[in-house]
Nanobody, 127 residues
Framework: QVRLAESGGGLVQVGDSLTLSCEFT????????IGWLHRAPGREREGLGC????????YYPDSVKGRFTIAKDSAKNTVYLQMNTLRPEDTGIYYC????????????????????WGQGTQVTVSS
């Protein structure tokens, strides 16, 4: 089992940048992928991308490609989500979650493949 804890959310202005952190603990971590998902108010969680804990390969849906970046610091057991040029529609709760390494590529954009989740962190983008 992999345990996850997000941090870094808050209130920002339109156009700002923000980096969220996801600290992870567990065993055999190279068997997993960690993804970031966003739940806007009144909507289902949507995938923002993911990173392989084995080889740091990242995958992004077209909706965030070029604006969001996922990275990992192995020494800190932390995955980051860097978000640039934030928009009001980026408001919501951001979660990191873990899935099997077999769910590479676009599979990791699906909320249904994730077994364990962090508690989420709130981001509010104010205009």
């Amino acid at each position: 089992q992999v345990r996850l804890a997000e941090s870094g959310g808050g209130l920002v202005q339109v156009g700002d940048s923000l980096t969220l952190s996801c600290e992870f603990t567990g065993r055999a971590l190279d068997r997993y992928i960690i993804g970031w998902l966003h739940r806007a108010p009144g909507r289902e969680r949507e995938g923002l991308g993911c990173i392989s804990l084995r080889d740091d390969t990242t995958y992004y849906p077209d909706s965030v490609k070029g604006r969001f970046t996922i990275a990992k610091d192995s020494a800190k057991n932390t995955v980051y989500l860097q978000m640039n040029t934030l928009r009001p529609e980026d408001t919501g709760i951001y979660y990191c979650a873990v899935t099997s390494a077999s769910n590479r590529g676009p599979f990791c954009f699906l909320r249904t493949v994730y077994a364990d989740w962090g508690q989420g962190t709130q981001v509010t983008v104010s205009s």
